[in-house]
C-alpha cells in the first residue's frame, strides 16, 4: 500500500470548490508537517500550505483567501478545499510529508491528482 | 516572496557525462535548498535537502554544493535512469520551487 494515498473530484467548473484528501498510512502522521502541492501543466511547481498534526496552518499568500488545509487525526488523513476555483486551477496536485525544521523539504509525496477546471 | 530561477532550462548530454545545474534564490536562503528528480507521470522524487545532505538512498553521483543565494547540483557521470527534470526548491521561507531543468540526450 502506498504511504500517501489521495483522492478527490477531478472535474470542475469554474466558481466550484476544489476539495481533495491525502490519507497517511505509513505510520508516520504524528511529528511531521503536511502540504499540499500543485504542478501546472508544463512544469511548475507551486506550495499551496501546509498543515502540522495538531492543525497549524500557513498557506501561500497568493492562495490563503480561497484555500483551507484541515486535518482528522481520528483518521490520519488531511484534506484541501480551494474556492471559487478558476481555468488557472487547472493543475496536477499532491499530498506530501514535510521533513526538516523551520523551514520542510518533501520527503514522501501522493501519486497526485489532476484537477481539470472547465470554464 | 522568495524567488528560484534555474539554469539552464534545458540540458542536453550524454550517458557518462558530468552534468551541473544551476539554482539562483532572489535573497540569501543560507543553506536551505533541496534538490528533486522528476520523471513524466511521477511525483518528485527528494535526492539532496540542506543544498548538500543525500537522501537515503540517492546514487552517490549526485552531489549538491551552495549557500546564500547560488546552489549547484551535480551529476558526476549521468546514468540513462538519470534523464529527468530537476527542481530545486527553497525552504528557508516557506516553500518555493524553481522552474525545473530537463536533462534530455
Known amino acids: 500500500q502506498a504511504p500517501l494515498q489521495q483522492w478527490g473530484a477531478g472535474l470542475l467548473k469554474s466558481s466550484e470548490t476544489l476539495s481533495l484528501t491525502c490519507a497517511v498510512y505509513?505510520?508516520?502522521?504524528?511529528?511531521?508537517?503536511w502540504s499540499w502541492i500543485r504542478q501546472f501543466p508544463g512544469r511548475g511547481l507551486e506550495w499551496i500550505g501546509e498543515?502540522?498534526?495538531?492543525?497549524?496552518?500557513n498557506y501561500n499568500s497568493f492562495l490563503t483567501s480561497r484555500v483551507t488545509i484541515s486535518t482528522d487525526k481520528s483518521k490520519n488523513q488531511f484534506s484541501l478545499r480551494l474556492n471559487s476555483v478558476t481555468a488557472a486551477d487547472t493543475a496536477v496536485y499532491y499530498c506530501a510529508r514535510g521533513r526538516g525544521g523551520d523551514g520542510y523539504f518533501f520527503d514522501l509525496w501522493g501519486r497526485g491528482s489532476l484537477v481539470t477546471v472547465s470554464s | 516572496d522568495i524567488q528560484m530561477t534555474q539554469s539552464p532550462s534545458t540540458l542536453s548530454a550524454s550517458v557518462g557525462d558530468k552534468v551541473t545545474i544551476t539554482c539562483r534564490a532572489s535573497?540569501?536562503?543560507?543553506?536551505?535548498l533541496a534538490w528533486y528528480q522528476q520523471k513524466p507521470g511521477e511525483a518528485p522524487k527528494l535526492l539532496i535537502y540542506?543544498?548538500?545532505t543525500l537522501e537515503s538512498g540517492v546514487p552517490s553521483r549526485f552531489s549538491g554544493s551552495g549557500s546564500g543565494t547560488e546552489f549547484t547540483l551535480t551529476i558526476s557521470c549521468l546514468q540513462p535512469d538519470d534523464f529527468a527534470t530537476y527542481y530545486c526548491q527553497q525552504y528557508n521561507t516557506y516553500s518555493t520551487f524553481g522552474p525545473g531543468t530537463k536533462v534530455e540526450v
Open positions: 505509513d505510520g508516520s502522521f504524528s511529528g511531521y508537517y
Open positions: 535573497q540569501s536562503i543560507s543553506g536551505w
Open positions: 540542506q543544498a548538500s
Open positions: 498543515i502540522s498534526q495538531s492543525g497549524d496552518t
